[in-house]
């Protein structure tokens, strides 16, 4: 059984940056994908960023790209998601989630283990 704790959230103003953290246990961190997602107030929970199982590969949702940056350590079973440039609308419960496969994807069903979330909220 994989657990997945997040980490880094909080409050921060409009412009300004925060560094998620998502700590994994068990042995096979580096076999598989690992994605961050998010859940803003009254909506459903949407792809943010995803990266492949080596990190070599990355992919992001629109609303992220030059902003946010996913990154993992796999010596460390830690994946990480840099945010830059905070907007009001990243205001969300954000979950990393581990990849059923090498690659990353962009829905949640390609996802096996999910952490509970940090909340992030961005000020105007």
């Known amino acids: 059984q994989v657990q997945l704790i997040e980490s880094g959230g909080g409050l921060v103003q409009a412009g300004g940056s925060l560094n998620l953290s998502c700590a994994a246990s068990?042995?096979?961190?580096?076999?598989?994908?690992m994605g961050w997602f998010r859940q803003g107030p009254g909506k459903e929970r949407e792809f943010v960023a995803g990266i492949s199982a080596s990190g070599a590969i990355a992919n992001s949702a629109n609303s992220a790209k030059g902003r946010f940056t996913i990154s993992r350590d796999n010596a460390k079973n830690m994946v990480y998601l840099q945010m830059n440039s905070l907007k009001p609308e990243d205001t969300a419960v954000y979950y990393c989630?581990?990849?059923?496969?090498?690659?990353?994807?962009?829905?949640?069903?390609?996802?096996?283990?999910w952490g509970q979330g940090t909340q992030v909220t961005v000020s105007s």
């Open positions: 068990g042995s096979t961190f580096s076999r598989y994908s």
């Open positions: 989630a581990e990849g059923r496969s090498v690659w990353p994807r962009t829905t949640e069903n390609e996802y096996n283990y």
